[in-house]
């Protein structure tokens, strides 16, 4: 099941992917009144657990299997074709956005040199959650920041109940789902931060507004059995830059997520990204950086592409 965020500015509302139609929880009350009971805040939906899901996942099934239904929900504008629907990020405003870096060997090398060393303990940084857009929206370049501008493809865990220092064992039974996420970073404090190893300064050129798209859709977890079973690839005007597969993660997912929740207290919605593989555009001779008018693609097989184009600021 793949659940959304139905962009209406300055607001946004909940829905859910039916084949390659968008169905607007908001909208479906009178022909589906358990409707009206869906909350429009995507953290609040994730809050409700199973129970929620299983009702969201009785509209997926009735809605494909009656098109009269369907036609009816089409008629009032509650089920769309998804290419007329402006997403926004599935999850606008999570409580923790938390990157996790250094997380593939061949990231690690091209970054930091090719005797870089993995760290004993994942490392990880909370991203401004005000950085984060959705797929479709344009990545703006900061005038004073432009022209160093890369990009790090990154499949990320999406939580759906509370998560506090949980074993390995039981990790996965806190994540509701995964969503795909573009760690944009402006890399002019690349050379500074080799020279100091202050990760700060690195951090810092990952905050900017829109420098954290989103999306396109949050795939619940029974939709990808193996997590660590996974393509990733990553486009720059169709060219392939980033071809990874998540097997090659340096710490498996369930470790990531006892290790950070030993310190965080997860909660719905909250989002934990596993870090980009190599291929990006600072580590290669020459380097690449994205520029206006640009288009950047990160895929993830079995959730979607998060497609955004790069515009000045």
Known sequence: MKLISIDLAPGYRTGVLVGDEALDFALAGDLLPIANWVPSDMRLLLAGGGEALDIIRGFVGAVAGDETLAQGLRSVGALKPLSAVRLGPP?????????????????????????????????????????????????????????????????SIVFGARCHHVSEADALDFVVGYTIINDVSARDWVP???????????????????????????????????????????????????????????????????????????????????????????????????????????????????INTIAAG
């Open 192 to 306: 500074h931060f080799r020279q100091t190893g202050n990760p700060d300064l690195n951090r810092a050129g990952k905050q900017f507004p829109t420098f954290t798209p989103m999306g396109p859709c949050i795939v619940t977890k029974d939709e990808i059995p193996d997590p660590h079973g996974l393509t990733l690839t990553t486009t720059l005007n169709g060219q392939i830059m980033q071809d990874a597969h998540t097997s090659g993660l340096i710490w498996r997912i369930p470790a990531l997520i006892s290790y950070f929740s030993e310190f965080y207290c997860f909660e719905p919605g909250d989002i934990l990204t596993t870090g980009s593989p190599s291929g990006v555009g600072f580590g290669r001779k020459p380097p690449v950086f994205m520029q206006p008018g640009d288009i950047v693609e990160v895929t993830v097989s079995g959730v979607g592409s998060l």
């Open 91 to 155: 999850v606008p405003r999570p409580g923790i956005l938390l990157s996790h870096g250094r997380a593939y060997h061949d990231h690690l090398k091209e970054m930091r040199g090719a005797d870089a060393k993995p760290s004993e303990d994942p490392s990880g940084f909370l991203k401004n959650t005000n950085s984060i857009t959705a797929s479709g929206s344009a990545i703006r370049l900061p005038p004073h920041r432009s022209t160093m501008v890369d990009f790090e493809g990154e499949f």
